[in-house]
């Protein structure tokens, strides 16, 4: 069983910059789609960016063109580098295949984006 792990999170001014990693203590590669999903105070937890096993890539429209999100199946890692930071980008962060696996649920990464 895939156990994963995200980091890289913290506090942050409008404007600036965070690269989340989620670690997997397994083989993902098996994995056809892996995505970055956040979930802020009082609202429900959404897809923010998946990428597929080929490297094909989606993203929500609320963080197009400021987020890219990358995999490294060779590392069993994916990364999530965030630019141009908005307040209303705070939430815990996580990553999971897509669809999501209730199993795979880690603890998350808190990002704050003050302004």
């Known amino acids: 069983q895939v156990q994963l792990v995200e980091s890289g999170g913290g506090l942050v001014q409008a404007g600036g910059s965070l690269r989340l990693s989620c670690a997997a203590s397994g083989s993902i590669f098996s994995i056809n789609a892996m995505g970055w999903y956040r979930q802020s105070l009082g609202k429900q937890r959404e897809l923010v960016a998946m990428?597929?096993?080929?490297?094909?890539?989606h993203y929500a429209d609320s963080v197009k063109g400021r987020f890219t999100i990358s995999r490294d199946n060779t590392k069993n890692t994916v990364y999530l580098q965030m630019n141009s930071l908005k307040p209303e980008d705070t939430a815990v962060y996580y990553c999971?295949?897509?669809?999501?696996?209730?199993?795979?649920w880690g603890q998350g990464t808190q990002v704050t984006v003050s302004s």
């Open positions: 999971n295949a897509v669809p999501s696996i209730n199993n795979y």
């Open positions: 990428i597929t096993r080929g490297g094909s890539t």
